[in-house]
């Protein structure tokens, strides 16, 4: 059995929790509230990065074909658009309030796989949703700003018909808060 665990570190997270999200950077807009690959978001003069790119695994058959949103420590350098297009700066300057991760399991006779789908940075007033899109291969990262981002988040099972309706994959949902 292959078996992934992609989901961010919560012990990471929780560092951020009381404490200034200054600004996020992404490339410029083209069609959608949507970046290809990555940005990045500023906490405490710390530089943060998303990522949303291919990893070499067998995703239910399909080698290296699938793409895993990950977060790391990084420099404004190091979040470039991958498509040349001008990036563009939003100010924040709000406390985080609390951080809910959305993970998606997915699971079958021969993978279980966790991952990472969403990222909600909750302030006084709105919230901050980074989503990884609901699609296996797409790089995308939506970007959602408001109220009940949880509402706004796809429900995971593109995958199932992705696969022919595979009605022996199995996705479910774990809400985490940190606060």
């Known amino acids: 059995m292959k078996q992934y665990d992609f989901r961010f570190d919560t012990e990471l997270i ?3 929790i009381g404490k200034t999200f200054t600004k996020y950077k992404h490339e410029d ?11 990045g978001f500023e906490i405490n ?5 998303l990522v949303n790119d291919y990893e070499a695994l067998d995703y239910f058959g399909l080698d290296g074909e699938a793409t895993i949103l990950s977060i790391s420590t990084s420099n404004w350098t190091a979040v470039e658009s991958r498509f040349n297009n001008d990036i563009k700066e939003t100010y924040i300057d709000e406390v ?6 959305v993970n998606d399991h997915t699971f079958s006779k021969n993978y279980d796989m966790w991952e990472t789908k969403a990222i909600v940075f909750c302030f006084e007033n709105f919230e901050i949703c980074f989503e990884k899109q609901d699609c296996w291969f797409s790089m995308e990262i939506e970007i959602h700003k408001g109220h009940n981002s949880l509402n706004m988040i ?8 992705d696969f022919d309706r595979n009605t022996s994959v199995t996705i479910e949902r774990t809400i985490v808060e940190i606060v």
């Open 45 to 49: 003069q710390q530089v943060f990065k």
């Open 14 to 16: 929780k560092s951020l």
């Open 29 to 39: 807009f083209i069609i959608t509230d949507s970046v290809t690959g990555i940005l």
């Open 96 to 101: 985080v309030q609390k951080v809910i991760l």
């Open 154 to 161: 796809d429900d995971g099972k593109d995958i199932l018909n």
